[in-house]
Nanobody, 123 residues
Framework: QVQLVESGGGLVQAGGSLRLSCAAS????????MGWFRQAPGKEREFVAA????????LYADSVKGRFTISRDNAKNTVYLQMNSLKPEDTAVYYC????????????????WGQGTQVTVFS
């Protein structure tokens, strides 16, 4: 069992930056691929980024490629999402997820979800 708790969301002006964190409980954190998803009002939840258990492989949605960076610290049981050059269309609730593989996360089939953190970007 893995429990995920996100933090770091907030209100930011367009062009600004935020770093989201996701703290995981459980000794098996390092065996999971980790990912971030987001859901904007009235829209379906969508994949944002994923990272392999070792951190050696990453995947990004085209909409965030070059602006967002996913990373992880297995010693701290934490995964991060550095978000730069934020746009109003990035406004959403961001969810952390744990899964068996980055490809599985990309398909939206994680094993565990966090409760989400709100990110609001204003122009």
């Amino acid at each position: 069992q893995v429990q995920l708790v996100e933090s770091g969301g907030g209100l930011v002006q367009a062009g600004g930056s935020l770093r989201l964190s996701c703290a995981a409980s459980g000794r098996t954190f390092s065996s999971y691929a980790m990912g971030w998803f987001r859901q904007a009002p009235g829209k379906e939840r969508e994949f944002v980024a994923a990272i392999s258990w070792s951190g050696g492989a990453t995947l990004y949605a085209d909409s965030v490629k070059g602006r967002f960076t996913i990373s992880r610290d297995n010693a701290k049981n934490t995964v991060y999402l550095q978000m730069n050059s934020l746009k109003p269309e990035d406004t959403a609730v961001y969810y952390c997820a744990a899964g068996d593989s980055t490809s599985g996360l990309r398909l939206g089939v994680p094993n565990y979800w966090g409760q989400g953190t709100q990110v609001t970007v204003f122009s």
